[in-house]
């Protein structure tokens, strides 16, 4: 499923949360986002999971991602 968000600036395949957190972090405004691969507590990254990591109020926040796949 990445496969679609490579070309996507916003997308990061092999990022952590703590990594995340680090790069937002460093971001300058509210809302900066980006969305990556999930990782497990022995942070190893699971391909089919997402979560959007974002920044509010200068604290990032990360919620799960998921995707549904509806047949109109």
């Given at each position: 499923m990445h496969g679609v968000f490579l070309d996507v600036r916003w997308f990061y395949a092999n990022l952590s949360r703590m990594?995340?957190?680090d790069m937002l972090c460093r971001i300058s405004y509210e809302g900066a986002f980006l969305v990556r691969q999930r990782t497990d507590?022995?942070?190893v990254t699971d391909s089919s999971q997402f979560a959007i990591?974002?920044?509010?109020?200068r604290i990032p926040d990360h919620n799960?991602?998921?995707f549904?796949?509806?047949?109109?």
């Open positions: 990594q995340a957190e507590q022995h942070n990591s974002f920044r509010y109020a799960s991602l998921l549904v796949n509806i047949k109109v």
